[in-house]
């Protein structure tokens, strides 16, 4: 395979194929890849009982329906089967199963995309990996137990257990959560978390912050910094109340990581079965394989990538609160146009 296009777009998650979709009624050539064998398999892959916390109408991608659930709230799976319809429907240019090795560019005007398949030559990069691309792990060291990140979940099926899940985000809450009938779990908290009621008077939380219009701040206004700050996600009925009525033993912060057993800030140890981290997510952009466009403490430029032709979409927090949400899609997008029409 050894391919031309104008834009390719690295990542067939909600902001690629909303990108695709606007550059193909615009006639501007383009191509979408993902590593994935299918459109939503970043979706299908992630833990089991994984869904959105964001309301069905604020997960509508544009010009197409408002996706349906059969609970409240969308599974990781029926977001996935939305995205693939989504594609089919707009017939966009995507090549699947085709994962991106190697970026470098010539120089003047055009990159090379090494891929598992073959070259393809461009003229401008967006990375639309979103935020969810590499787990972090809390420990790589070998230990007698066995240790998970986020991409390892998908199943879950343990059974009479002793697990530890470190990190009390909202990922880490629900794989507690889900994991307690059938064994004992840990699960490790950090800093303080911010959780906000999931509805205020019988409206979900989420579509009154974007009625009120606070999804939109620009991350620059003091409200916009307080709410990132806070960090808060909705309350599912994954509090702290909650998980205790429910058997989750919650321990302090993990100081360090053992060949035997997990130590806490407080002194105290653990030896569990299973180990799984609920850490978050790191950029993995080492592919690009262009010197000038890392920062001396390794970091990626992502000014001197735009100048460059390398455009970022989907971060959060990229330019308000929605960058990274699902609703967001339609004003990142045409501000990634705006920035592809003047390069």
Partial sequence: MNLQTNVLIIGAGHMGLVLGS????????YLILDKHKHVGDQWRKRYQGLTLFTPNKLNRLPGFYIPHSQGDYLTKDEFADYL????????????????????????????SVFTEHGVIKAKQIVLATGAFNTPVKLSNRDTQFLQLDLEQLQKMDFKNKQILVVGDGASGRQIAK???????????QGKERNLFPEHI??????????????????KSFKIAQFLKSRDPFPDTDINNKVLLALGVDLKSRVVSVGDECITFDNGEKLAPDILISAIGYK??????????????????????????????IGRPWQHNRASGLICGAEFEV???LEKLNRS
């Fill in 283 to 312: 950029d993995g952009f080492r592919f690009i394989d262009i010197p000038q466009l890392y920062k001396d403490n390794n970091e990626f430029d992502i000014s001197a990538a735009e100048m460059m032709g390398i455009f970022q």
């Fill in 178 to 188: 889900k994991l307690n009938d059938k064994n004992k779990i840990y699960l490790a």
């Fill in 201 to 218: 008077l019988g409206i979900k939380t989420f579509s009154l912050l974007k009625w009120f219009g606070l999804l939109r701040l620009p």
């Fill in 84 to 111: 693939s319809e989504f594609a089919l429907h707009h017939q966009l240019a995507i090549k699947t199963n085709c994962h991106v090795l190697r970026v470098t560019h010539d120089g003047i005007n055009e990159f």
């Fill in 334 to 336: 045409e501000n990634v």
């Fill in 22 to 29: 606007r550059l193909k009624f615009l006639n501007i050539d």
